[in-house]
């Protein structure tokens, strides 16, 4: 069920939203409200099968961040499909070096805006939970970030327009829509596939001192070929 986000001074005196008590919705389900522009998603640092959203305002230390904390949900739902700004830009963090997974997830889904959605995932946050990200309106960016010590290779295959997958070995898989811009994980190799129908309104960034490459699928008398930049 829905949430309603209550002040970090409120949060110690709060039960942990349990999604596996009686009775119990199994949707998670996080509202953003105007006030903030970014949100953190990761596992507790303390007990990695408690989940921990936190909004705040980046640009005005006036406003009081917010806090929740959740366990054995099965699905969990970011939106900020309700902030009715097309100037606005939220940042939305999936990150930890644990998977969300411990806490009960097998679903995530993200909801954007129709401003700029910036979302960073971490491969190790989202490793083994089927993650569906739509970022609606906006000029939006997806950034991949893989632990230093991960030997996975990084994934981008666009097969539409502005949208595809980004997979990190056979544990992470992320399916993005209306996502036009897309930034490679630093410290790895990436690999940005574009399919036959496969285009995106922006740009592919690769990192510094990574070798990353684009994959270009094109037809051409009926006889697909494959081009390698």
Not at 33 to 38: A, H, N, Q, W
Not at 86 to 99: C, L, M, N
Not at 135 to 146: H, N, P, Q, R
Request: glycine residues 10%; charged residues 20%; proline residues 2%.
């Amino acid at each position: 069920g829905l949430r309603h986000m209550e002040s970090l001074e409120n949060r110690a005196m709060l039960a942990v939203h349990d999604g596996g008590l009686p009775n119990s919705d199994s949707v998670y389900t996080f509202e953003l409200t105007p006030e903030f522009d970014s949100i953190v998603i990761e596992s507790g640092a303390d007990n990695t099968a408690l989940g921990q959203i936190t909004a705040s305002n980046t640009g005005n230390t006036n406003v009081t961040p917010i806090s929740e904390t959740f366990t054995r949900f099965t699905d969990l739902v970011i939106d900020i499909s309700n902030i009715n700004s097309d100037e606005s830009e939220i940042t939305i963090d999936v990150t930890g070096a644990s998977s969300l997974e411990d806490t009960g997830l097998a679903y995530m889904t993200i909801r954007g805006h129709n401003g700029v959605d910036r979302i960073h995932l971490s491969e190790a946050a989202i490793r083994g939970v089927s993650l569906e990200i739509d970022s609606a309106g906006g000029v939006d960016e997806l950034i991949g970030t893989m632990t230093s010590n991960s030997v996975d290779s990084s994934l981008w295959t666009i097969t539409h327009s502005d949208g595809g997958f980004w997979n990190v070995g056979d544990d992470v898989s992320a399916v993005f829509r209306n996502v036009e811009n897309l930034t490679g994980a630093a410290g790895h190799d990436d690999l940005f596939r574009f399919q036959d129908n496969g285009r995106l309104a922006g740009i592919v960034t690769g990192q510094d001192d990574d070798f990353d490459s684009i994959e270009l699928t094109v037809s051409a008398s009926n006889s697909p070929r494959v081009v390698f930049f």
